[in-house]
């Protein structure tokens, strides 16, 4: 197992808001954690890298990283699409792509990484002196993949990657994300809103709702079950 | 016009001390968005382990070296025991640190050294360098330091991995610490680096005004002015605020208002600025949605 989460909570201050959820993740798994606003989606990522304060077990690789500091997390090969992109704004596109790269030591496979990254996403290479500031949300959004991708991460966490898109764009972005997860051997962590875009993405899919894991299954059987669909799919 | 050239060329010489004094504002501001009251106070106490240093045999540029060194030790130390603790602080207690620890310097370098001024050896020769009168070896050679350290520091940010590292970290500390940064030790690097820069700054000043106590305090105020006239957030614009308030004062001060009102072109200044343009020359200026 990549990953494996039990009997996680996360608070913050006094406000509990996940309240004991296990789930686990094979190497190079699509998941997806659906559920609507507020349900815990984000807290989840947030906990598993160390942003927020949990109690349980998680364990990435068989190595228990619970009560670790997010960079130590990142160094092991977690890497986080975090909520609001992150985007280092004052820094240039390909200074925002190094920084992922910071941990690592292997110059020329960053550099052939670097390439790699402009090959799924041409437009970051066309704006990669320009500050990332001045990109447009997509453009963010891109660069903000890229910028996971350039830890050279075995798993990526994606919160909420379609959020503020055009539908075109979302759809690239998931072709992208789909390929990236065969050609790079990455396991990929997916939250989002856009749940059926989610659900022909991943292999399996969870279901929370406030802060408890309420579904679980392939997501081929989520897509079809009569709650989901009524909840999540809108047919 | 020679008087005027004259006072020009020595503005440019204390304008480069303003300057890396400016930039050490800045560095700190960029990671804690506050200014270091006590920046003066540490380039200060740096310049006694130099003083020290010379009087105990030390050639000139060995001691030089080992200061800006220690003067780095002190910046990181400061940061680890003092500002870490006060990280989460509100604004008033952060200030309060700073002016507690700008106190203390002030008087373990009095109670150490005594407040008797003390004169400070310079490197260079006392005759003017290739003959030219208008400005004396040292004041040529605090130009041309202060040149070396904006270009070293330029490199550092602009082309190393770890410089980025750093300008990240003060940026955003929460996708720094998500690529792997160590953001703590990135802003106590920062502090290192600002004591540092100062270190060289108070070595530089010290043969000019001579060494006490509170050989800063008037400094500290231009570089503050100058910060402010090139926009606080901006290293660039407060190298070039730096020069600009060392010639502005040297000239003012010699054929307008005289010497003993000095110090109060520096003050006009931070009140013109904060009035006028409060982001400075080259500041950004940031728009916050309430």
């Known amino acids: 197992m990549l990953l494996e989460v039990s009997g996680l909570h996360a608070a913050y201050g006094a406000t509990r808001v996940i309240h004991g959820i296990s789930f686990a993740m094979e190497e190079k798994a699509i998941t997806a954690l659906l559920g609507a606003n507020g349900a815990g989606k984000t807290t989840t990522l947030r906990a598993l890298c160390g942003m927020v304060k949990t109690e349980g077990e998680i364990r990435f690789g068989g190595e228990r990283i619970d009560g670790r500091s997010t960079e130590d997390i990142a160094r092991l090969g977690i890497a986080h699409v975090p909520d609001g992109r992150g985007t280092f704004l004052n820094l240039t596109t390909e200074e925002n792509l190094r920084l992922g790269a910071y941990t690592r030591k292997d110059r020329a496979a960053v550099a052939a990484d670097l390439e790699r990254v402009y090959g799924y996403f041409p437009r970051l290479k066309e704006r990669r002196a320009q500050q990332a500031g001045t990109l447009s949300g997509g453009e963010q959004q891109m660069l903000a993949v890229s910028r996971a991708l350039m830890l050279a991460p075995r798993l990526m966490l994606l919160d909420e990657p379609s959020f503020g898109l055009a539908p075109v764009l979302v759809r690239e972005l998931f072709e992208i994300l789909r390929a990236i997860n065969a050609r790079e051997r990455v396991a990929l962590l997916l939250v989002e809103q856009n749940a059926a875009m989610a659900l022909d993405l991943a292999d399996r899919a969870y279901l929370i709702e406030t802060g408890r894991m309420v579904l679980a299954g392939p997501a081929d059987e989520l897509k079809r079950d009569h709650g989901v669909r009524r909840a999540y799919l809108g047919y | ?290």
Not at chain 2, 24 to 36: D, F, K, W
Not at chain 2, 110 to 122: A, D, L, N, Q, V
């Open chain 2, 1 to 290: 016009m020679d008087a005027l050239l004259h006072q020009v060329l020595a503005g440019l010489a204390t304008g480069g001390i303003y300057a890396s004094l400016a930039l050490a504002l800045v560095m700190i501001y960029h990671a804690t968005h506050l200014v270091n009251f006590a920046q003066g106070e540490m380039a200060m106490f740096t310049t006694y382990i130099a003083w020290s240093l010379i009087d105990a045999g030390m050639p000139y540029w060995p001691a030089f070296f080992l200061t800006v060194f220690s003067g780095f030790v002190l910046g990181v130390l400061i940061e680890r025991i003092l500002i870490r603790p006060v990280e989460r602080a509100n604004v008033l207690g952060v200030v309060v640190v700073f002016i507690g620890l700008l106190v203390i310097l002030n008087s373990v370098a009095g109670w150490i050294y005594t407040y008797t001024i003390k004169s400070f050896p310079s490197p260079f020769p006392q005759q003017p360098i290739l003959g030219i009168r208008y400005i004396s070896a040292h004041e040529l050679g605090a130009i041309g330091v202060t040149l070396a350290v904006l270009a070293l520091l330029y490199v550092f940010f602009r082309f190393t991995p770890l410089g980025l590292a750093m300008r990240a970290a003060a940026q955003n500390p929460e996708s720094s610490r998500l690529v792997g940064i160590r953001v703590g030790w990135m802003l106590a690097l920062g502090w290192g680096l600002a004591a540092a820069v100062g270190a060289v700054a108070g070595m530089m000043v010290a043969p000019i005004v001579y060494l006490d106590p509170n050989m800063m305090s008037g400094i500290l105020l231009y570089a503050f002015a100058a910060a402010l006239l090139g926009g606080i957030d901006s290293p660039g614009g407060a190298v070039l605020g730096g020069f600009a308030v060392g010639v502005l004062e040297n000239v003012l001060g010699a054929f307008v208002i005289g010497n003993e009102l000095k110090l109060a072109v520096a003050l006009v200044l931070i009140v013109g600025v904060l009035l006028v343009k409060p982001s400075g020359l080259f500041g950004r200026v940031y728009v916050t949605r309430v």
